[in-house]
């Protein structure tokens, strides 16, 4: 495993990131505080998302975390240490300096996001959770958009992704009134794609990532484009942006490849271009 680092000692760093078999692994690495993100996480989750975002050789994104959370959001104690000190513009400044920067890339970025949910998502946790395509979730796991219990609103694009995923009004009862929504009330919602065993859940999406790391990444890339700029415009501006996708990713390598073996009633090979 390579780790993104800040540190002297690699391992414990509070971000790792692991590249192998074209999948970019991003692990929050805080254990004993829940994964929840102080400002030293931030920066470094920031830097490599956009690293993932901008390797060709990472043709797909899993983002997990150590121990029992998934990520609990904003580290509390950091943030009243802040407060009681006059450090109020750091406070506030860190959703434009770091976490819009975050989830903006991580929901951008042109090729497949996976999230293995290992525990609790909380506050930004769920919020970049939500931004990924796919949440595979262990069963003991859960949901909660903690944002009203402090007093504050949401960010890390929980306003856009979560009336996409479970509706308006389903969305505006989870962040008026939160509470922890378990894992198999989050997979009829809409959170979960799918709910696996604690022991189980790290192979599955493991495998799972592999699968699309190994797929049509432009193709793949482009999907989520269309996806996410038809979610903000009319309909014939997404189907025209439909037909530039189209034009893409009818020039690809991996577009001629795949008629090729289906004349050939061969299996495919995508190297991702």
């Not at 979560?162 to 008026?176: F, H, Q």
């Not at 996806?227 to 025209?240: C, K, L, N, R």
Request: hydrophobic share 45%.
């Amino acid at each position: 495993m390579t780790a993104a680092n800040l540190t002297p000692d690699a391992q414990n760093a509070p971000v790792l990131l692991d590249v192998s078999e074209g999948v970019g692994t991003i692990t929050l690495n805080r254990p004993d505080a829940m994964n929840s993100l102080d400002i030293a996480t931030k920066v470094l989750l920031r830097e490599v998302v956009r690293q993932v975002a901008e390797d060709p050789a990472v043709r797909c994104v899993l983002l997990t975390g150590t121990g029992r959370a998934f990520c609990t959001g904003q580290d509390l104690k950091e943030h009243v240490q802040l407060l009681h000190n006059g450090g109020s513009e750091a406070l506030f400044s860190t959703v434009d300096e770091h976490y819009n920067p975050i989830v903006t890339t991580l929901a951008g970025m042109a090729k497949p996001v996976v999230a293995a949910v290992n525990g609790v998502a909380a506050g930004a946790g769920a919020s970049l959770a939500f931004a990924c395509d796919l949440r595979l979730v262990a069963d003991t796991a859960g949901f909660n958009l903690a944002f009203a219990n402090v007093g504050l609103s949401c960010d890390t694009g929980a306003s856009y992704h979560l009336p996409l995923l479970v509706g308006r009004a389903k969305a505006l009862e989870l962040l008026y009134q939160p509470r922890t929504v378990p894992a198999a009330e989050a997979l009829e919602l809409g959170l979960a794609t799918s709910l696996h065993s604690p022991d189980s859940l790290a192979d599955e999406a493991r495998a799972l990532a592999v699968r699309l790391a190994a797929g049509p990444t432009v193709a793949l890339g482009s999907i989520r484009r269309s996806v996410a700029y038809a979610a903000g415009h009319t309909f014939e501006e997404a189907v025209a942006y439909e037909s530039s996708m189209m034009q893409l990713t009818g020039a690809t390598e991996d577009h001629r490849a795949a008629v090729d073996a289906f004349v050939a009633k061969q299996k495919p090979v995508f190297e991702g271009r």
